[in-house]
């Protein structure tokens, strides 16, 4: 029966302890913020209608969170087309104007919006339209900048090209790697290219093509060719392996690169992994958010 104390106290403790736990993230927000402006981070990212893709969005997302502690960091997704798609399998998710909406309406002054795109295009130039708007609006958000994209600058572009290279698999003689990018009638195609030479100078095995735009796949594969290879391996230039990497770049079907590739006598072999998954590049985008949230306290 004496026994009986000692046996309490400790369960005591960790109870307490579990308790503490609980309440500390709340605290440490709480703290963070503080009075005066109120600052959040949005990051905005095409989506995705795969599961594993949308995980990986979501981890790009805690990579934020652990840049910036004390920050809360919200997620929108800029196609109304995935929203809507994957609304009808219950998951919801915030547009970026719905995102804003709700930041401004729960009080935040200061809003860091960050691009999850690859290149400055169409995406983007919606992302900051919608930012400026918000922007405007009487008792809205006083303050939002919008983080650049991954290939807005040469600077940017040489950076990338470095950090994808050291990301790559490794490829022996006969071998290459085709990065596949989505492609835009946007002028800001052009940063594909740009990519491409940047990437010439250190691996002249390391090939660029996208699927809407310039390159093309057919653009690449004389080239491909002409160094005899065997052997390419498939990596989405894009933020995630969703529904592109799937079924353009390793479908079954007749047009896919996958098939297109083996009909020219290539071998392929596709990589299901994004480029937000490969923590050297994403810390890239990282920085771009670094970049807009200083532009904040200008
Ligand atoms: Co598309």
Redesign the pocket.
Known sequence: MRQAPGHLLPRLMVLAGLLLLLAAPALAAGEAQGPGPRRSILLVA?GTSLPEAGSAIDALKLQAEAAFPGVPVRLAYSSMIIRKKIAGEGIMKRSPAQALADLAAEGFTEVVVQSLQIIPGREYSDIKATAEAFQAMPKGIAHITVGRPLLSSPEDIARAAEAILGALPGHGKGEAVLLMG?GTAHPANAAYAALQLALWKSDQSVFVAT??GSPALIDVLPALKRQGTRKVFLVPLMSVAG??AHH?MAGKQGDSWVSRLQAAGIQSEPVFKGLGSRPVVAELWIDHLRDAMKELGR
Request: charged share 45%; proline share 0%; no cysteine.
């Open positions: 095409f989505h699927v809407e529904e592109h353009d």
